[in-house]
Structures are given as structure tokens and as C-alpha cells.
């Protein structure tokens, strides 16, 4: 399960198109493993965005 976040703004987007603040987001994602039985380790990368 991933955690929840967010940021809150300290003004009003009220200015806004649709009343709300555009953005992005990008989260990157770093896995070492092993399978000492196997003999067997790796590592990956995954990066996912949004716009």
C-alpha cells in the first residue's frame, strides 16, 4: 500500500482555471533483490510520471 501525499497550498487557486493548481508528478522506484537459494540477484529501475 503506498502512502498518501499531497501539499497543501497557502493561497486560494480560486484564480485558477477550474479552480485548481496544475501539476506533475514523478515517482522512481529502486529494487535490489536477492534469491540467496538460487544463487541469483539483481537490480531495476521503474519510474513512472503524470502530467
Do not use: N, V
Request: charged share 20%.
Amino acid at each position: 500500500m503506498s502512502p498518501d501525499c499531497g501539499h497543501r497550498y497557502q493561497w486560494s487557486a480560486s484564480d485558477k482555471p477550474d479552480g485548481r493548481y496544475r501539476g506533475t508528478a514523478t515517482a522512481t522506484w529502486s529494487i535490489a533483490w536477492t534469491a540467496p537459494a538460487l544463487g541469483d540477484a539483481g537490480e531495476f529501475t521503474e519510474t513512472r510520471a503524470t502530467a
